[in-house]
């Protein structure tokens, strides 16, 4: 049994300084209801620097950790030497080997358990890939242990390692036999049916490794409180952070508290147990002191996950007038020696049309590198590429409109399972895009629209889907009466702010539900010390699980206090003569079996979607692309985007927004910089920094066109809402290439595209 939040009281901060304003003018545009939105609620602590994320933690006494990490691709440490590194002054420990019983590994996050990788660094000699932990150096100050850290020597035994797909030792898997519950799609007969179309495509795509290089650093601070460990930690997965390293250090996990109130940006890096911090919870512990950690930006492109490469051949067949008779989707992905990283490309492209007959394959390539995993739409975006790629040239092949053609292929029906989808406005979508882009303009034939300086034209559409995803939450609520005409409600529920605003969506239903402002709404989310477990954020499923959970602990408060179920209350007037009132409640997904409640509990991830008993749901997108390539630089420029989306009722306006432009800026990053250098000499990547990573930068992007069909999806919930924060990037990338060979006539199947494809 958990306690409620009020023991974890000390640590809320009533949200400051929120005021109401109408609707921005995109949305108000598109918005059926007549109400008024929030803004950000912590948009004020925000730019005031008063939000506190995990190395925001500063205690009496911390001392500061480094790591040392392999500088080879695989084989064994011979030596390592810290004699250097403990003569640095200030230097407290220089931590190089644990032994098996004061440190477990843990299972993989995605295999069942709680981590990025079932690998533990610092259990033996062994170095499994470039750049991971081999030692860690703990100091009085950051200078001091930074220092030393370098001055740490290793010698080692190297073997042959494997980081391409196509490398030598790299080991190729059957997904379907490897892991038996992810067995691949298969309806109707897709050999057959494509041999006999008579239209046929046949392409391969390569898909770069990537890395999610959110702001916020990897970082944790942790503090022994007694026999009870407290960890500060941006994480989107409080939970199993918490399970995890209770499981690591052989406690009960009642003796481990995370609290991770903001994440600087998640993106699937910060959906797990991390390899460094059961490592510095040890350090902590034998120092008796606050240790912090902050991995240095460097470190972290082979400290954490990363988008794995891939490879997909796609074959799709169509009749002369371009509907599509049969699709053929096979994928190769690269996952790490020690773990399988599932996927599932076709979960989405055996959707995004009424294709009848439809196969998939996907294999799994052993690499020797950390285990890859989510990074925002971590096969759709890629999937979408490959796919979307394909579907427009098929348009060209039958001399039919890109956009008419994806119109003309439309479906109701869950091809897979034959079921209804819960709601699909991706038709609406591409309609309303194509009129907001003005598509009508757009000249067919390839190189056939310039601009006055002679730039190339290019306009390129693709649509997107993601899950629309749900999972168990629990959601506590206390209102306490502050005198005759106010009360503050809190509210605890699972789920953590990485940026996405799911503080603002929450505030935005209780405030209306209960006609109170939202200064006297406190919000707890990204913190284990209250009732609900703070399950997984990730996976867009937060605010499709989140909001749920609080409309179902608001009708609770209503019940206990003999208010009406709905309509409009006086709050205050209902509290009259009690000090303070506490309910909870708790959701699932549509079909999810009570079980669910205790995986959570254990530390486990239990989310539904995209298939549901009764129905299938998913969030739709259309993306429509105005790219310009300037005669002689070939420089690749995207001044205009239009984006349309479906994500059911928009629970957040100016948060949703915002997403929507971060995920349209990442799929440009996506198609035009973003690819993760692997080394094949040294191991690893090449490309671990900002410098040498390249993500777009505010000059790289025009306006961008975000709308919302904003039609609720009750099927799914009760609140309408679906998914966004992955959806709004998936398409991006094909349009970006859809637009491209419009330009150019250059059909390009790798990412990013670059200069030297366009001369
Ligand atoms: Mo997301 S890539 O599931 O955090």
Known sequence: TRRTFLGGAGALTALAGVETIGAPPTAAAETPQKQTYLR??????????ATRFGADRTLPRMAHAMPVVATIGKGRIIELDTTAAEAVPGVRLVLTRFSADELRPAPFLLAGGFAAQSLQPMLSDRVAYAGQLIALVVADTLVAAAEAAALVTARYEVEPFAVE???????????????????????????????????????????????????????STV????????????????????????????????????????????????NSLQSHLAPLAIAARRLGRPVKLVIPRTQTFHAASFRPASRQRIRVGADRTGRLLAAIHEVDQQTSRHDLLPMQYTELTARLYGIENFR??????????????????????????AFESTVDELAYAVGQDPVALRLAN????????????????????????????????????????????????????????????????????????????????????????????????????????????????????GDTRGASPQHNTAGSWGTATALPAVHAVLRSLREQLGLPATGPVDLPAAMAGRPAVEVAARTKAPGQPDSVFDRVANGGVAAAGPAYPEFTALSYIAHFVEVRIEP???????????SVVDCGRVA????????????????????????????????????ASMEEYAIPVNADIGDIDVSFVDKPDLLLNVVGVKGLGEVSMVGVAPAVANAVFHATGRRVRHLPIRIEDVI
């Open 632 to 642: 002689r630089t070939r420089r690749i420029r995207v001044p205009r985007v239009v």
């Open 652 to 687: 957040s306006p100016v948060t949703a927004v915002s997403q929507v432009r971060g995920g349209v800026v990442w799929g440009i990053g996506s198609a035009l910089r973003e690819r993760s250098e692997v080394d094949p000499r040294f191991g690893g990547f090449l490309t």
């Open 40 to 49: 950000r609620v912590d948009a004020r602590d925000k730019v005031r620097g």
């Open 360 to 385: 998939g394959r996907h294999q799994l390539v052993r690499t020797d590198t950390q285990t890859p995993g989510y990074m925002r739409a971590p096969y759709e975006n890629i999937a979408a590429f």
């Open 223 to 270: 503090e022994w409180q007694g026999e009870n460990l407290l960890v500060h930690e941006g994480t989107q997965n409080a939970n199993s952070v918490r399970n995890g390293v209770a499981f690591q250090l052989g406690i009960s996990p009642d003796r481990v508290e995370v609290v991770s109130h903001y994440v600087g940006g998640g993106f699937g890096q910060k």
């Open 165 to 219: 797909l196509d490398a030598d030792g790299a080991e190729t898997l059957l997904q379907s036999a490897a892991l038996p519950h992810l067995p691949d799609i298969d309806v109707g007969a897709a050999d057959t049916a494509f041999a006999a179309s008579p239209v046929r495509l046949d392409a391969t795509y390569d898909g770069p490794p990537q890395h999610q290089v959110p702001m916020e650093l990897l970082a």
């Open 410 to 525: 439309d479906t109701d029906t869950d091809p897979v399972t034959g079921n209804p989808f819960s709601s699909r406005h991706l038709a609406e979508c591409l309609r309303r895009g194509a009129h907001r882009f003005g598509w009508a303009d757009r000249r067919p034939a390839p190189g056939s629209m310039r601009a006055k300086d002679g730039s190339l034209i290019g306009w390129g559409v693709a649509i997107g889907g993601y899950k629309a995803a749900t999972a168990p939450a629990t959601a506590e609520l206390r209102v306490e009466s502050l005198g005759r005409s106010r009360c503050r409600v809190t509210i605890g529920v699972d789920g953590h702010e990485m940026g996405q605003g799911i503080r603002t969506a929450i505030a935005n239903l209780a405030s209306s539900d209960l006609g109170i402002s939202t200064q006297d709404v406190v919000i707890v989310v």
